[in-house]
């Protein structure tokens, strides 16, 4: 099938996409992505699919997303193509349209619970909008994926739709070999990370930089960007932490990987403050476990079941930062179970892994490319 894919982001870091795309052309279908150029977006590596990236006059607000649908619609309008894959809602308007419009297929990917998003929760219209096109839309869809089941289960509660499945956001099987710090890192300190694209707020970076003011012998790297990074540096100068807390840039997947994989030990420590990140699942939580280092994350639905079926860490039930930082010790102090708790991650990393979890979208398309 010749598949059209289309994001909000600039192609650069979005790991589910890319799996996703990856894992269609393997099965022999023909794949183009479509998303945005943005002013400093880095040039794309080489990939087995087309890609195609489009300026637009806006880069935010409601203009943001009306020009980001119109250049979808009226650009993929004449496009060939069996099928579109709409990711998140702020594509599916146009996506939706296309597909009524061209008789094709849709299959529809939401990444999170988008209308829970705490950037909605303190603009009532905007969101209103967004619940709008969702209820408009989403009762129609045939093919639904999200990424876990407490979000599927909130969308069943809502539309009658005949199936949504889950795909979660799981790295694949990959060999991972820890690569070489920065100069300006210890290299003999206990080592712990925090990654992501989306180091917002709620999603415990604050907590962390008090944190590590009470531990000896111990850094903290938050890798990755987000709304919150430029309050975390203000307040590193502030506790004058410069020789314990270490920001990384945005980098490629694999780098990151490296960099994770020369820790000790993962934060995923986003608070339960709204739905979206309630029946969260973060990425960096299989990104841990497949650098073989073991996590101390929030008790989140999702977060929690895979840390405890899988025995890949602990849960801190207290995000103050002294208390955190009790937690951390006694970890250290245990290096008998810590080992115990190492040893499990390549026996969970066997079984979640993008191999096993893809299966469903591949059976989708291959069931629609018999329709």
């Known amino acids: 099938m010749r598949i059209l894919v289309l994001v909000s982001n600039d192609l650069s870091t979005d790991q589910r996409v890319e799996r996703?795309?990856?894992?269609?052309?393997?099965?022999?279908?023909?794949?183009?992505l479509f998303g945005r150029q943005l002013p400093n977006s880095p040039p794309l590596e080489t990939l087995p699919y087309k890609t195609h990236r489009f300026r637009l006059p806006f880069q935010r607000g409601p203009l943001f997303y009306l020009s980001l649908n119109?250049?979808?619609?009226?650009?993929?309008l004449f496009k060939r193509c069996e099928a579109i894959h709409a990711n998140d809602l702020d594509t599916l308007l146009a996506a939706f349209l296309l597909s009524k419009i061209r008789r094709k297929h849709l299959v529809y990917d939401t990444h999170e619970?988008?209308?829970g998003v705490p950037e909605l929760q303190q603009r009532p219209l905007v969101k209103q909008i967004w619940k709008s096109i969702e209820t408009l839309i989403f009762p129609r869809l045939k093919y639904v994926f999200t990424v876990n089941q407490s979000i599927a289960h909130?969308?069943?509660?809502?539309?009658?739709?005949?199936?949504?499945?889950?795909?979660?956001?799981?790295?694949?099987s990959m060999n991972v070999e820890p690569s070489q710090l920065p100069d300006f890192i210890p290299e003999n300190?206990?080592?712990?990370i925090l990654q992501g694209n989306g180091i917002n707020v709620?999603?415990?970076?604050?907590?962390a930089v008090e944190m590590i003011n009470h531990l000896n012998d111990a850094v903290l790297i938050i890798a990755g960007n987000g709304d919150v990074i430029p309050q975390l540096k203000e307040r590193v100068s502030a506790l004058k932490l410069e020789n314990k807390v270490f920001f990384l840039p945005r980098m490629p997947y694999r780098q990151l990987m490296g960099i994770t994989a020369n820790c000790q030990l993962g934060l995923s420590l986003d608070?339960?403050?709204?739905?979206?990140y309630r029946f969260s699942l973060p990425n960096k939580v299989f990104d841990y476990l497949r650098a073989g280092i073991p996590v101390l994350a929030t008790p989140l639905v999702e977060?929690?079941?895979?840390?405890?079926?899988?025995?890949?860490?602990?849960i801190c039930y207290d995000l103050t930062p002294k208390k955190m930082a009790e937690q951390i010790d006694q970890i250290r102090n245990q290096p008998t179970v810590y080992q115990q708790v190492k040893q499990n991650l390549p026996l969970a990393s066997a079984q979640l892994n993008w191999e096993n979890e893809c299966k469903p979208l591949l059976a989708c398309y291959a069931h629609l490319a018999k329709a």
């Open 189 to 192: 300190a206990f080592k712990i």
């Open 154 to 172: 909130l969308y069943a509660e809502q539309y009658p739709v005949q199936s949504i499945q889950v795909m979660r956001n799981i790295p694949p």
């Open 271 to 276: 608070k339960d403050t709204n739905i979206n």
């Open 70 to 76: 119109l250049v979808f619609f009226f650009r993929l």
């Open 202 to 207: 709620d999603r415990g970076g604050e907590e």
């Open 20 to 32: 996703v795309c990856r894992s269609l052309v393997s099965e022999g279908h023909q794949v183009e």
């Open 113 to 115: 619970y988008f209308t």
């Open 303 to 314: 977060v929690k079941n895979i840390v405890e079926k899988f025995q890949t860490g602990w």
